[in-house]
């Protein structure tokens, strides 16, 4: 057993260790390359070694006839086989559909315009390196600036444009506020393109189930919409598709929306009779799964003479790369809508838009938009305080939305639910030692490791909007869960739920909830996820930061109509009124097998009956109270209320070698609320994991392409990731705001660590070199620092 | 030394997590297939298979290797340790046992590779300080914990085992002084 037996039955707000580890940790987890049916073929695809062309024709003679190959296909090869729409779809939004080969035109070097499936894998390559592409080349748009040029070729000939989708915010009059303004800071702000990198790839295992139907296994954040974009792309119907979702080696989002190769993979089941499988090569995920970030935010932002902000006119421009994919417009829409942050801006217009490249596609990250305008804002509250001589501190403080004013709608028309922005900020800096570790890097500013703070404060969506709202967005799904709890007969409790466990531990979290809410001891109550032919569903996958949030108000709204099951039953077996029980921990808590819960007497704790017994009774159903149905069960559904938005500040200290421009992370304090902490061991990982992550993106990583669009980085070799000796301890601390909307006071965690830690840092590196030139892309490379230093030394 | 055609398979003998056992592979197949698809041993972790991630890292002849840039053939003769091989029975090893409890995994897909890595760091240094871990764990790559909750597990094996040592030590003493 995991958990050790906690000495009172109440588990939230204590570290009760996640089931499962003892698997992981003795090799025995099964992910879904260690899934074997017998039988099963190999999957290659050949893909373009060109940015932009028409397909003349396609030769797959030399592929098929290389013995072991048991089939090679094209588009063409595969008639019926639909393509996906966007999960996202903005008002005016142009269409390109996703399909899982090139249809007439190659638009990204690794497009797959063949797929051979062969007896192994080795064979499977070889014969897909020999399929044959007669080519037309077309002019390639390797950046947005290219795309824009208004006489620039078309990616998608019967669009007006490459802009594939565009929002906008209007509030006030930004440019007679501008115009008055005190100061205004314009800047352009990037984030390099970066690839989101779970350790185990994307993994698919698609198997014909006899009756026409198809299982398959997928690394996947959403199963439900996987098994809904391939029974659309197949037409089949929806009861002969069964997703399971087994271990998975990590998602950050790119794992979040179903892909054209799931469906193409469940017809090649379907077709060969046979299982199929592909598993990503690492090599290939640099064009085969979605990038993220690649954003440039334009911000102009006038300040009066004190430091108050007075407006913010914003274009926020996503370089989706070669398709409009699943999340279309949404990271720059969610990066757009949270761009003022924290901070009360009486005016703003912002532009969020989606231009098409010849690249590889970008899509869902972590952070999901969200750092990349938190740079770019937090970023100019530093410009602005250095030009009116006041301190990063400071100037956050004067135009902070204060707890008074929650909950609030700020410009863009997302409410902050609650929080104490001003407090958090002190509380943090405090621990920082802030004005202490200003005045030592001051010492340091002409030695030959130069020293610099930064700070940045941010809010995060978590929780998900109502579904109505959400229609509104124009997200074509909804935000709620389904699930089944379900007491069994012995008294123990079955949770069903729809949300995807990837390691960040959300089957525990639902755990605790339901073991409070029907206080019993956590070990009574196991969590099943992860297949699709469980009485559950989650609308929009294990994603945007609400699987406690969400996931978890389906539990206890569950839990709460079960509760109310058990004690109608208890009343009956005690031959009382409903009115006249309550249901009660067992004390002392009993044996293996003992009864952990009773149903008892209000007016007599001594008369009682345990929850075994109920169950018991529910499955005899000898004898009933009147009109209640045989079994223990509820199924429920939770559609979200609102958002609810998490928020932090960070403080780091950098050291940055003179002579080379290399960044060192010294330490880190990262404040943060997210609502009630359920389970402080996992909120403390998802936050450490996400800064890791945000460090890697600041300092290292960048997916980049050469001027004939081909990827430079196509391996680990050359895409550097955050390594141990790059991370240092995170000093957390902690804030603890209910959400007023949720009815366990959860906000989501799972993004709060990638979103400041970029501004953070840069905060930090300007401190530290001096301002003579300001820093506004990243990564933050040793060789962009240094250039900054070397510029800034000749002024 | 033995000669053969691309398409012919090798026979190979190793010895894996304390057993004798023989396969057959190609000479092209990596180790890490090898383990994972001759002898079903799964824990064996591919995460890139050129040798940055570490996630396949396994023990042959006592020192970490990455079985991803070895031939399954380079197996022949040597002594193989996997994750499957570290615990006794239902019994973890106290590395096994101080990542879980230390929450030093999320998603698990580095965690064998780590294992094998820090098997390897306390062997060659048992004393090792944060910075040194930090140091020798740099090959390999964690995706979603940001390294420090290993760095614990791993520097409480190592103090566990140092008082150990001392406490055994110290026994010996006794008894030393007791026969005096």
Not at chain 1, 382 to 389: E, M, N, Q, V, Y
Not at chain 1, 602 to 625: L, M, N, T
Request: glycine share 10%; hydrophobic share 45%; with cysteine.
């Amino acid at each position: 057993m995991d958990a050790p037996t906690a000495p009172s039955c109440r588990s939230t707000g204590t570290s009760v260790r996640r089931r499962g580890l003892a698997r992981i940790v003795a090799g025995k987890a099964a992910y879904v390359p260690d899934q074997h049916l017998p039988g099963t073929l190999d999957v290659a695809f050949a893909r373009s070694p060109v940015a932009h062309a028409h397909i003349r024709s396609i030769d797959i003679g030399r592929a098929a006839a290389l013995p072991g190959v048991v089939a090679v296909r094209t588009m063409r090869d595969l008639p019926g086989l639909g393509s996906l729409s966007s999960t996202w779809e903005v008002a005016g939004q142009r269409h390109c559909p996703e399909h899982a080969l090139a249809t007439d035109r190659l638009r990204h070097v690794g497009q797959a315009f063949a797929v051979v499936v062969a007896n192994d894998r080795a064979t499977a390559e070889r014969a897909a390196a020999l399929v044959e592409i007669d080519l037309e080349p077309l002019p390639a748009l390797l950046s947005v600036d290219a795309a824009l040029e208004p006489d620039a070729p078309r990616l998608y000939p019967d669009w007006p444009d490459n802009e594939a989708a565009r929002a906008e915010w209007l509030v006030g009059d930004p440019d007679a506020a501008l115009d008055g303004a005190a100061l205004v800071v314009e800047e352009s702000f990037t984030s390099q393109r970066v690839h989101p990198l779970s350790l185990e790839t994307r993994g698919i295992l698609a198997a014909p189930d006899g009756e026409g139907g198809v299982t398959l296994w997928v690394s996947t954040q959403a199963p439900h919409q996987v098994k809904m974009a391939v029974a659309s792309a197949l037409g089949l119907p929806e009861h002969r598709l069964r997703v399971i979702v087994p271990n998975v080696g990590g998602g950050f989002g790119m794992k979040a929306y179903p892909h054209a190769d799931e469906a193409l993979l469940a017809r090649l089941a379907l077709d060969l009779g046979r299982p199929v499988r592909w598993i990503e090569d690492r090599r290939e995920s640099f064009v085969s799964s979605a990038m993220g970030r690649d954003q440039r935010v334009d911000l102009r932002v006038g300040f009066d003479a004190t430091g108050r902000i007075l407006a913010l006119d914003g274009v926020v421009t996503l370089d989706k790369g070669a398709l409009i994919g699943q999340s279309s417009l949404g990271t720059a829409w969610v990066g757009a809508a949270f761009l003022p942050g924290g901070y009360a801006i009486p005016a703003v217009r912002i532009i969020a838009r989606a231009i098409v490249t010849n690249t590889p596609q970008t899509g869902a990250y972590r952070g999901y938009g969200q750092p990349e305008t938190n740079l770019a804002l937090e970023r100019t509250l530093d410009i602005a305080a250095d030009r009116l001589g006041i301190s990063p501190a400071e100037i956050r403080q004067r135009n902070f939305i204060v707890p008074a004013q929650m909950p609030h709608m700020i410009a863009t028309g997302v409410t902050l639910d609650s929080g104490d922005y001003p407090r958090l900020l002190d509380m943090t800096l405090e621990r920082f030692g802030y004005e202490e570790a200003r005045a030592r890097c001051a010492a340091a500013a002409a030695s030959p490791v130069r020293r610099g703070v930064g700070i940045a404060c941010y809010i995060e969506t978590s929780n998900m909007a109502p579904s109505a709202a959400a229609a509104y967005l124009g997200i074509r799904a909804g935000s709620f869960d389904l699930l089944t709890i379900r007491m069994e007969p012995t008294g123990h409790v079955r949770i069903d739920t729809g949300q995807t466990e990837l390691g960040q531990g959300i089957s525990i979290t639902l755990a605790q909830l339901c073991a409070d809410e029907l206080m019993m001891p956590v070990e009574d109550v196991v969590v099943a996820h992860g297949d699709t032919a469980l009485p559950a569903f989650t609308s929009y996958g294990t994603a945007g930061s609400a699987g406690a949030g969400v996931g978890g108000a389906a539990v206890i709204k569950g839990a709460a109509r079960l509760r109310d099951k058990l004690l109608l039953w208890g009343a009956h077996l005690l031959q009382l009124d409903a009115a006249a029980v309550e249901l009660a921990s067992a004390r002392p808590l009993g044996d293996e097998g003992a009864p952990r819960a009773v149903v008892r007497d209000k007016a007599d704790p001594g008369r009682q009956v345990a929850v075994s017994e109920i169950a018991r009774a529910a499955y005899f159903f000898h004898s009933a109270p009147d009109g209640v149905d045989p079994g223990l069960e509820a199924s429920v559904g939770y559609d979200p209320p609102g958002f609810a938005i998490s928020y932090g500040a960070v403080a780091v200290e950098v050291a940055v070698d003179a002579e080379t421009g290399k960044v060192a992370i010294e330490r880190m304090t990262f404040g943060h609320d997210c609502g009630r902490v359920i389970n402080p061991a996992i909120v403390e990982g998802q936050i450490s994991g996400a800064v890791a992550q945000a460090i890697g993106a600041t300092l290292y990583e960048a997916a980049r392409y050469d001027e004939e669009g081909r990827p430079l980085s196509t391996s680990l070799m050359d895409y550097m990731l955050p390594l141990a000796a790059d991370v240092p301890p995170i000093d957390l601390v902690h804030l603890e705001t209910p959400s007023p909307l949720y009815p366990h006071g959860v906000k989501g965690v799972g993004e709060s660590g990638t979103i400041a830690v970029p501004a953070a840092i840069m905060n930090a590196v300007q401190h530290a070199i001096g301002t003579g030139t300001t820093l506004t892309a990243l990564p933050l490379s040793a060789e962009r620092v240094w250039e900054a230093m070397r510029t800034t030394a000749q002024i | 030394m033995r000669r053969a055609d691309v398409g012919d398979r090798l026979e190979t003998i190793a010895l894996v997590n304390g057993r004798e056992r023989r396969f057959s592979v190609l000479p092209r197949t990596s180790l890490a297939d090898a383990l994972r698809d001759e002898l079903g041993l799964h824990g064996v972790r591919v995460g890139c298979e050129h040798g940055i991630c570490g996630a396949c890292t396994i023990l042959v002849d006592g020192r970490p290797m990455r079985s991803c840039l070895m031939l399954g053939v380079q197996a022949d003769g040597a002594r193989i340790e996997t994750i499957e091989g570290l615990a006794q029975g239902q019994q973890l090893h106290p590395l096994q046992d101080a990542f879980r409890r230390h929450h030093a995994l999320q998603c698990g897909f580095c965690t064998a590779g780590f294992l094998a890595t820090a098997q390897g760091l306390l062997d060659e240094n048992p004393d090792p300080t944060r910075e040194e871990v930090r140091e020798v764990l740099s090959g390999n790559i964690c995706r979603c914990t940001g390294y420090q909750t290993i760095v614990d597990a791993i520097m409480e094996v190592a103090a566990q085992r140092i008082a150990d040592r001392q406490a055994a030590a110290g026994q010996t003493g006794m008894e030393t002084s007791d026969g005096d």
